[in-house]
């Protein structure tokens, strides 16, 4: 034990020793990559008794990257972790606000909030209206924390339920001049009026 340390020690004087005859020479090896560059290779550093930093520019950068892709993907993990839970908290919750298989409410058909099956999926509608949450709402939930104060943003919008197919016949936008229109086309030209829906 004592003769590796003394080894390690002796290493380390040479190297030093080596430096420093080096550094008369405005060169340097550098301490990770073991190359032998010229002093404008390093940074400057106040903080090291040679006034330069013991690793090259190429490597102090490499550094870096592999320090930012390193936590660039445990926040990534991370975040994805807590997406999962949290999506799990909203479905929990809608499940306590609209129970565990709410019906559709165009077709009447048994829909589910956490199924993997699309055609069983709760699909959220925004009924026509502008609100507040204005893209996907499940998206939204996706992306917003399950607090107190989402909820009631999600609650102010009034979302409709539906299941896949209501969803996707309806259209987004003027539903009220295409429902008159599906009813003319059903009933025929004059059932709107006569049931005096002149609106
Ligand atoms: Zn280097
Ligand atoms: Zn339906």
Redesign the pocket.
């Known amino acids: 034990m004592a003769l590796r340390r003394q080894g390690k020690y002796m290493m380390a004087l040479l190297k030093y020793k080596e430096n420093y005859t080096l550094y008369k020479e405005n060169k340097w090896r550098?301490n990770?990559?073991g190359?032998m560059k010229s002093l404008s290779e390093y940074y400057k550093d106040i903080s090291c008794k040679s006034g330069y930093r013991e690793?090259?520019k190429?490597?102090v950068s490499q550094k870096f990257k592999q320090y930012y892709l390193k936590n660039k993907m445990k926040m990534n993990i991370q975040m994805r972790e807590w997406r999962k839970k949290n999506n799990i908290q909203w479905k929990n919750w809608f499940e306590q606000k609209y129970g565990k298989n709410p019906k559709c409410e165009v077709c009447g058909k048994l829909l589910s909030w956490k199924t993997k099956n699309r055609n069983k999926m709760v699909n959220l509608d925004h009924r026509g209206n502008k609100t507040k949450i204005i893209k996907s709402p499940s998206y939204w939930t996706w992306m917003h924390k399950c607090d107190v104060r989402n909820k009631q943003i999600f609650l102010s919008c009034n979302f409709g339920i539906l299941c896949k197919a209501c969803n996707r016949n309806l259209p987004t936008d003027n539903r009220k001049n295409w429902l008159k229109n599906v009813i003319k086309y059903t009933f025929g030209d004059n059932y709107a009026d006569k049931e005096g829906n002149n609106d």
Do not use: L
């Open positions: 550098c990770s990559c190359t690793i090259c190429t490597c």
